[in-house]
């Protein structure tokens, strides 16, 4: 109500408040490398827009006479007790988005800000310990692109779970990078002199592979790091990862009911649905259609996270009545930190919750199991 009373006032939001503004404006604020890299998505982002897309043909039945003054979004997932579903998903290279480069550790300011979790990408331009650090009391995901070299990787791991993240979130589709066109010219390519690899330029494993540091020679770093890059796992290295943690691992990129299943049974603690918001595989169905399916053949055995196409709270309550227990926000979140770094991303994670919480207040859907029992509704339109 005090947005109404400050439009009858004649006063203008700063921010936008709906994905299409946020989308416009970040367009005109980022540089076109940084934007293309943001945005850019395979082949022809046929994938990637059908994960929005897809979103139009679910849609939820308001119930009346239910009485939803309070709201109850909270739940409790890997130890973390959480006031809202949401989570921000991994994004790499997070740091162009933001003038000083720091734009992962603006992405863990919002997240102390707000208790919406940041799951931390391997690729950051600060180090996995200053991205938690940053988070505040806010609890963390730490995601991990397997290295080739299985030091490297347990010292990865090891680090994250020093440094206090909740789960390691294991992301299986990119062990290869897709087909970008955006990011095949070269020249667009945002110029990164080798910032985003402060993961690897500050482990221990990784410098004993090199015969000298990055600081003398960050060619030969670069080299090995991309000869010690992107690990292929198959259901027999389930047992390795699950040896390197006592934390919890999610294998993120499960799109198929029977890999779900086969995770469970190799001993995965969460199954996250994602296509990587389009930027792996062209020509795949929208993630959303992916969800209900993986969720009952999970059977609440584990939690499911979700990913790829959320835009607004309508979104996330949708992913949630198809079975998310937690609904990740990726590409919006970038706009936000383009936007105005820590406070701009703040702004968006806000935005989102607020939508969501009222469309639970108008649909008659006092909590999240009221969401699950409410499911979401197919239509052909
Ligand atoms: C990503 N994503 C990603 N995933 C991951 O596991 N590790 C990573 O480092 C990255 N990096 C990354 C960079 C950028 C610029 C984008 C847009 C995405 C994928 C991300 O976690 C998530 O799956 C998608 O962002 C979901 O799609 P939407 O909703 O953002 O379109």
């Known amino acids: 109500n005090a947005i109404y009373y400050a439009g009858l006032s004649g006063m203008q939001p700063t921010w936008p408040v709906d994905y299409a503004t946020l989308k416009t404006r970040a367009e005109a604020a980022m540089p076109p490398s940084v934007l293309n890299y943001v945005q850019g998505g395979c082949g022809d982002e046929w994938t990637q827009d059908e994960n929005a897309r897809a979103f139009r043909h679910w849609g939820m039945v308001p119930r009346m006479m239910v009485d939803c003054t309070q709201r109850d979004l909270s739940t409790q997932t890997f130890g973390m007790s959480l006031a809202s579903p949401l989570f921000m998903a991994p994004i790499g290279v997070t740091g162009i988005c933001t003038q000083d480069g720091h734009g992962d550790l603006a992405a863990a300011r919002a997240s102390a800000a707000t208790g919406v979790p940041l799951t931390a990408s391997t690729l950051s331009n600060d180090t996995l310990e200053d991205v938690h650090a940053a988070c505040g009391d806010t609890p963390a995901m730490f995601q991990l692109y397997t290295p080739r070299d299985k030091d490297v990787a347990a010292s990865l791991v090891s680090r994250a779970e020093a440094a206090g993240y909740k789960a390691i979130v294991v ?45 003398e020679d960050l060619r030969a770093a670069i080299g090995t790091w991309g000869a010690t890059f992107g690990k292929v796992l198959t259901w027999d290295d389930m047992a390795w990862l699950k040896s390197l943690t006592a934390l919890p691992i999610v294998l993120k990129g499960i799109c198929h009911p029977n890999d779900a299943r086969r995770a469970i049974d190799t001993g995965a603690d969460g199954i996250y649905v994602s296509n990587h918001g389009g930027r792996q595989a062209n020509g795949g169905i929208a993630a959303i259609d992916m969800l209900a399916p993986v969720a009952d053949a999970v059977a609440g055995r584990v939690p499911v996270l979700f990913d790829s196409g959320i835009r607004s709270g309508t979104d996330v309550i949708k992913a949630v009545a198809l079975g998310a227990d937690l609904v990740g926000v990726g590409r919006p979140y970038s706009y936000g930190l383009a936007l105005g770094g820590a406070d701009g991303c703040a702004h968006v994670l806000r935005s989102i919750l607020a939508e969501a919480d009222l469309l639970m207040a108008v649909n008659g859907l006092p909590d999240l199991n009221a969401v699950r029992a409410a499911g979401a509704t197919r239509t052909d339109r």
């Open 171 to 215: 992301t299986l589709d990119t062990w290869v990078t897709g087909w970008r066109p955006r990011d095949l010219n070269v020249s667009n390519f945002p110029q990164l002199r080798g910032h985003v690899l402060q993961n690897y330029f500050s482990d221990p494993a990784f410098r004993r592979l090199l015969a000298k540091p990055p600081e």
